[in-house]
Structure formats: structure tokens, C-alpha cells
């Protein structure tokens, strides 16, 4: 079976600092990831997505950026946090674009 | 106008109560999702469908398409299933889902 696997659950960084959050996937091959963050009290805000290795979109500018290295994992990056960047930050992945998205446990991001 | 809306947005109920969700959209669809969040901020994907009807356990998920309108119903409620119950949508022209604000379920025992 498929599973999904994000870390840290919990983090605090200070405000400039570097960020890294990984997520993997195991028991399927070539799945689309994305990376979601939901800020407090608010809704799914759709931040990358990724439909092979190498291959990143962007829906939003922002400070973060994403990496695909492998075809199950999917990276989180930012190189200076901004006190915006503070949110609970999901991965998900799907087998194709009309099959259910399948998330991870998410990391809840604070900057100090 | 959101094209994904929920109602209500928050619905508190006695344990054994019978839920009803609803979820309507403005845009044309090839399937709807249906997604639960607890409280710690897990996200489980309940049901996909393009079509009719879906049941798993004491969850139903049905969708009219002419009418573009979803509900989600729970039979014989309980406490567990407090969570925020999140309907969504894929555009056509990307893989983003356009999600619905979330409906806030509170069962009370």
C-alpha cells in the first residue's frame, strides 16, 4: 500500500532563518506531489505542484521554492523565512490529476 | 462569487443526529472530492465522484451534476466525526483542486 510521509511534524524557526521540509512517498511510482499551506483559520492554499523529477509549478510568488530530486520525493524550500511564511504546511500526492489526493501529516511551521 | 461553496459553515449536532454538508460550484467538473480534517490537521480524502451516489460507512457522498451541487451525509453521528469536512474541485486547466471554505462539524455527545 501507499504511504506518505512528511517531517518534521512541528517547527519553529526564527524570522531569516532557512527552511527545509521533506516529504516522500512509498508504494507507487511517478505520482504527482504538491505542497499546500493553510494559514490559520483558513482554507487549502495550493503552493507547488510536481507531475515528474525536475519538473516544479509554481501557483503562487512567494518566498519558497520546491525541489523534486527523486520521483518520490518532494522538498520544501525557502532560503530566508519571512513571519508570513507561519502555517500548517501539507504534501499530498495523487496517481493523476482526477484521482484523490492522498496528504501527509503536515508540519505546522511558526516564525519567531 | 467563490465557485466552490459550502453550507453550513459551522453545524453543531446531538451524538446520532443525521448530517447533511452541502457543496455547489460554478465551474464544470470531471469529479468532486471530498475531504475531512481533524483537529490535529490531518487530511483524509473521504470520497471522488463524477457521479450518482458513494457510501462508506456511515458516510454517503451524493452529487447532481445539472445541478452542480455535492452533499455529504452522515447517519447515527458521534462524537468522532467532529472535523472540518472540506469540498473541492479540479479546474480544468491545472492540477489545482479550487477547495471550499470547510464546513466546521461539532458532535456533541
Known amino acids: 500500500s501507499q504511504t506518505i510521509h512528511q517531517w518534521p511534524a512541528t517547527l519553529v524557526q526564527p524570522v531569516g532563518s532557512p527552511l527545509s521540509l521533506e516529504c516522500t512517498v512509498e508504494?507507487?511510482?511517478?505520482?504527482?506531489l504538491y505542497w499546500y499551506r493553510q494559514a490559520a483559520g483558513r482554507g487549502l492554499q495550493l503552493l507547488f505542484y510536481?507531475?515528474?523529477?525536475?519538473?516544479i509549478s509554481s501557483e503562487v510568488p512567494q518566498n519558497l521554492s520546491a525541489s523534486r530530486p527523486q520521483d518520490r520525493q518532494f522538498i520544501l524550500s525557502s532560503k530566508k523565512l519571512l513571519l508570513s511564511d507561519s502555517g500548517f504546511y501539507l504534501c499530498?500526492?495523487?496517481?493523476?490529476?482526477?484521482?484523490?489526493?492522498?496528504f501527509g501529516d503536515g508540519t505546522r511551521l511558526s516564525i519567531l | 462569487k467563490n465557485e466552490v461553496e459550502q453550507s453550513p459553515q459551522n453545524l453543531t449536532a446531538q451524538e446520532g443526529e443525521f448530517i447533511t454538508i452541502n457543496c455547489s460550484y460554478s465551474?464544470?467538473?470531471?469529479?468532486l472530492h471530498w475531504l475531512q480534517q481533524h483537529p490535529g490537521g490531518g487530511i483524509v480524502s473521504l470520497f471522488m465522484?463524477?457521479?450518482?451516489?458513494k457510501k462508506h460507512g456511515r458516510l454517503i457522498a451524493t452529487i447532481n451534476i445539472q445541478e452542480k451541487h455535492s452533499s455529504l451525509h452522515i447517519t447515527a453521528s458521534h462524537p468522532r466525526d467532529s472535523a472540518v469536512y472540506i469540498c473541492?474541485?479540479?479546474?480544468?486547466?491545472?492540477?489545482?483542486?479550487?477547495w471550499g471554505a470547510g464546513t466546521k462539524l461539532i458532535i456533541k455527545p
Open positions: 499530498a500526492w495523487s496517481g493523476d490529476r482526477d484521482q484523490p489526493q492522498h
Open positions: 465522484l463524477s457521479s450518482g451516489k
Open positions: 473541492a474541485v479540479p479546474m480544468d486547466s491545472n492540477y489545482q483542486l479550487i
Open positions: 508504494g507507487t511510482s511517478n505520482p504527482n
Open positions: 465551474v464544470g467538473i470531471s469529479a
Open positions: 510536481s507531475v515528474g523529477i525536475g519538473q
